[in-house]
């Protein structure tokens, strides 16, 4: 079965700072990725994904993640931090080829941005 | 657009009480899942369906029921309640189960005394 990991689970940046939100992930196969954000008493949205192709991928909202599949690793970064970046973090992967909507989540990362 | 909508969005229930989540949205979509989210828990996958008619069990089902008559809606049923299934529910759907950009509805807040 797969399941993802998120290391931290607070994070504090100042604004305009960069940011890293770190994600492994264990799966057999070729992994269907995925960061997704949870604003305060909203639901989930969708930042990015990768299925295939170039490992570098970019999403919503100026954020970029970068496939790692030597170190397992999908991390989200963004050059520079806005304060309506304030939010939770998921890092997710699908169960499969064809079953990619199956996710998996990790148990989040909260991002606090100082003024 | 109404996208996925839940209700009831907060709910207070005695311990062996029943109740039903309601969920709905108007993207024929085929996917449909309903996940709980807990304190350092994350997300958890309780059911899911890929269409009408046709569901399936997730990571943690126990407790809840589910069915998908129609393609719109996709209903969680408690039939006992009990404390530890305190938490906050989202149901979430996709255009089809491979597509893995799930929408989500803004999550129905249910505590069990």
């Known amino acids: 079965a797969q399941s993802v990991t998120q290391p931290d689970i607070h994070i504090t940046v100042s604004e305009g700072a960069s940011l890293e939100l770190r994600c492994n992930y264990s799966?057999?196969?070729?992994?269907?990725l995925f960061w997704y954000v949870q604003s305060p008493g909203q639901g989930l949205q969708l930042l990015l994904k990768?299925?295939?192709?170039?490992?570098l991928v970019q999403g919503i909202k100026g954020f970029e993640a970068e496939f790692k599949r030597s170190q397992s690793s999908f991390n989200l970064r963004k050059p520079s931090v806005h304060w309506s970046d304030a939010a939770e973090y998921f890092c997710a992967v699908g169960a499969g080829t064809g079953t990619a909507s199956k996710l998996t989540f990790g148990t989040g990362t909260r991002l606090q941005v100082t003024l | 657009n109404a996208g996925v909508t839940q209700t009831p969005k907060f709910q207070v229930l005695k311990t062996g009480q029943s109740m039903t989540l309601q969920c709905a949205q108007d993207?024929?979509?085929?996917?449909m899942s309903w996940y709980r989210q807990d304190p350092g828990m994350g997300l958890r996958l309780i059911h899911y369906s890929v269409g009408a008619g046709i569901t399936d069990q997730g990571e943690v089902p126990n407790g809840y029921n589910v069915s998908r008559s129609t393609t719109e809606d996709f209903p969680l049923r408690l039939l006992s309640a009990a404390p530890s299934q305190t938490s906050v529910y989202f149901c979430?759907?996709?255009?089809?189960?491979?597509?893995?950009?799930?929408?989500f509805g803004e999550g129905s807040r249910l505590t069990v005394l």
């Open positions: 799966y057999g196969a070729t992994p269907y």
């Open positions: 990768y299925f295939s192709g170039d490992t």
């Open positions: 993207m024929n979509h085929e996917y």
């Open positions: 979430a759907s996709s255009y089809w189960q491979g597509s893995g950009e799930l929408f």
